[in-house]
């Protein structure tokens, strides 16, 4: 990835440090690793963070912070990578993840009218919950393996496209 760019854009560690929400981490917080900007810690933040946009629960952020710390992954780039995961794209996240469930399960697909009710909820989760979260489990790892990967192949290429041009500049010379 453009290092100078991702680091432009990153916010300030002092800032996530301060966050509300994040005070309880902030004896775990002061690990440099979190903030180092590297092929390893971006990519390992991006698998994390993929991984996790698949979780059909609310906790993304959270989560993400969680393992984060405990992987020493690049925090910013987990926190801002898991909002592929946000209120536009959750309903055509689930579907697919619920077409890979149901597939793979080799079950009908579940037809349902909508109803705004807490009962309606329960008893449609419990119809669809097996392909769902088997379908989450695998577009997520599908997603995090893919996003680390082509996140490890674009620093690799910018890496060498920078010693390729060190290269010619000094042998101009």
């Known amino acids: 990835m453009p290092r100078r760019l991702l680091k432009r854009l990153m916010p300030d560690p002092e ?19 979190l903030w ?11 698998f994390i963070a993929f991984l996790v946009a698949f979780v059909p629960l609310p906790i993304h952020m959270l989560t993400v912070t969680l393992i984060a710390i ?15 995961s946000n209120p536009v794209t959750i309903p055509a996240q689930f579907f697919l993840a619920y077409e890979v469930g149901t597939r793979l399960l080799n079950e009908p697909e579940h037809k349902f009218a909508f109803e705004l009710s807490l009962q309606w909820a ?3 989760f419990n119809a669809i919950w097996q392909p769902l979260l088997l379908g989450c489990l695998i577009c997520g790892l599908f997603a995090a393996f893919i996003g680390a ?25």
């Open 36 to 46: 180092h900007l590297n092929r390893y810690s971006a990519s390992s933040a991006v």
């Open 70 to 84: 405990w992987w020493r992954a690049n925090l910013p780039v987990a926190l801002a990578a898991v909002w592929l």
């Open 122 to 124: 329960r008893a449609e």
């Open 15 to 33: 800032t996530i440090r301060k966050h509300p929400t994040l005070r309880i981490f902030q004896h775990w917080l002061n690990d440099p690793n």
């Open 149 to 173: 990967g082509i996140v490890r192949l674009v620093w690799r290429m910018q890496v060498i496209a920078r010693w390729k041009a060190r290269h010619h500049r000094r042998h101009q010379s």
